[in-house]
């Protein structure tokens, strides 16, 4: 009986933080857009580009590539083989 005394103002104080929690996600639009997230993953992803090749940087308004810092095509060194 002595329990009772503990755990129903504990169940009532979960209560109403689960209630405030729910207010605060439908003041906040958590629940706006629900068919979004569950396509998010069948999307492609964006191309990546590939290690190794040369970037390209805008610098003055004008696209200008950069090499590889080890000099080499393709992004290897000689010492690295």
Do not use: C, Y
């Amino acid at each position: 009986m002595n329990a009772l005394l503990i755990l129903i103002p504990i169940s009532l104080v979960l209560a109403v933080v689960a209630v405030g929690v729910f207010f605060w996600a439908v003041n906040h639009a958590q629940f706006e857009d629900l068919n979004t997230p569950g396509v998010l993953p069948l999307l492609d992803d964006p191309p990546s580009e590939p290690q190794g090749q040369a970037k390209a940087t805008e610098a003055g308004g004008q696209s200008v590539l950069s090499p590889d810092p080890s000099g080499q095509p393709g992004g290897r060194s000689e010492s690295a083989l």
